[in-house]
């Protein structure tokens, strides 16, 4: 995966560049700390991203964190506990241009 920087040149150039991350999977990061992975399907001026197939990662509550780290020790174990990023399935979505912080492709 890597993260998808801003081209120069032309505006011609700059349209084939994004023309080459249609279809793509794109995960992309933005403020409130949620990341979208879908395809992308469309672009605007204002950097707002439409994405089809896609899903919602989210932080899990400080309630989850704490729930597994009391399973943790009551099942004896020590060191760090793993808890894994809420994810559902939200389809088709549009993604505002002002709250992305970062975009990555797969390859």
Same mark, same amino acid.
């Given at each position: 995966?890597? #993260?998808?920087?801003?081209?120069?040149?032309? /505006?011609? *150039?700059?349209?084939?560049? @994004?023309?080459?991350?249609?279809?793509?999977?794109?995960?992309?990061?933005?403020?409130?700390?949620?990341?979208?992975?879908?395809?992308?399907?469309?672009?605007?001026?204002?950097?707002?991203?439409?994405? #089809?197939?896609?899903?919602?990662?989210?932080? /899990?509550? *400080?309630?989850?964190?704490? @729930?597994?780290?009391?399973?943790?020790?009551?099942?004896?174990?020590?060191?760090?506990?793993?808890?894994?990023?809420?994810?559902?399935?939200?389809?088709?979505?549009?993604?505002?241009?002002?709250?992305?912080?970062?975009?990555?492709?797969?390859?």
């Amino acid at each position: 995966m890597s #993260a998808i920087s801003n081209p120069t040149g032309t /505006p011609a *150039q700059a349209s084939a560049y @994004l023309t080459s991350f249609l279809n793509k999977t794109l995960h992309i990061h933005i403020s409130d700390g949620r990341m979208f992975v879908g395809q992308l399907k469309c672009t605007d001026n204002e950097r707002n991203i439409i994405l #089809a197939m896609t899903h919602e990662y989210r932080q /899990p509550s *400080q309630r989850d964190i704490r @729930l597994a780290a009391e399973n943790h020790e009551q099942s004896g174990g020590s060191g760090n506990v793993k808890v894994d990023m809420k994810k559902r399935f939200v389809g088709l979505v549009v993604v505002p241009g002002k709250y992305i912080e970062k975009i990555e492709v797969e390859r």
